[in-house]
């Protein structure tokens, strides 16, 4: 055979954590080291208030106002067997994880991930989603600023399925955090509710 069909070598972990810690926005995906795009402004203010819109309700020990229950971060390394992915958003249920995950990469298998569409559509997709799915995330959800849309997936063997689409204009309650309303517009520069 050619030099042009000879396989090329699987990147593994060690090679994603030898790129310099400053220069590394990074994820590997099916042995390929992939750089995460720029974010724009309307990916970071959809990252930056979901993440807020959360955590105030839901970060905390469970009971009082507010339902709490829940662990999360931003643009945390978590390990998939051989992939490591760098979701948007990320969660994990205080019941079943009672301490807040760590290390670089996390390998604990988070109970729910968010991405924010930017130039990278299809990792997000298809090849992020089947590594979610291939691992049982339970809850995948993608917010999608082009088009001001939330959409909701819940797992399922064979693969996930779509619980719910929104858009700005409405409000929903959206699993695992159906306790509270979400005003979609919010993700996308809509003013806080008074």
């Known amino acids: 055979m050619s030099s042009t069909h000879e396989r090329r070598r699987r990147a593994t972990i060690a090679d994603l954590y030898a790129i310099p810690e ?8 099916d042995g390929e080291i992939v750089e ?6 309307e990916h ?6 979901l993440a807020s819109r959360l955590d105030g309700p839901f970060g905390r020990r469970p009971g009082g106002r507010w339902p709490g229950g ?5 643009e945390i390394d978590i390990q998939f067997g ?16 009672p301490e807040r995950p760590r290390g670089i990469p996390v390998l604990i298998r988070p109970d729910w991930v968010c991405e924010i569409l930017s130039t990278n559509k299809r990792n997000d997709l298809v090849r992020k989603k089947h590594i979610y799915h291939r691992h049982q995330v339970p ?7 082009e ?32 306790a509270i309303e979400l005003p979609i517009g919010v993700l996308f520069g809509d003013e806080e509710d008074e």
């Not at 995460?36 to 402004?41: D, H, V």
């Not at 829940?70 to 931003?74: D, E, I, K, M």
């Open 44 to 49: 970071g203010g959809a990252q930056v208030k």
């Open 147 to 178: 088009q001001e849309m939330l959409t909701v997936h819940r797992w399922h063997p064979d693969g996930y399925l779509e619980v719910l689409a929104a858009v700005r204009g409405e409000r929903v309650r959206a699993e695992p955090f159906e």
């Open 139 to 145: 809850h995948y959800w993608i917010v999608d600023p």
């Open 36 to 41: 995460k795009g720029a974010a724009t402004g």
């Open 22 to 29: 400053e220069r590394r926005r990074h994820e590997l995906i």
């Open 70 to 74: 829940w662990w999360f971060g931003t």
């Open 82 to 97: 051989e992939d490591v992915c760098r979701p948007d958003v990320v969660g994990w249920r205080r019941e079943r994880v």
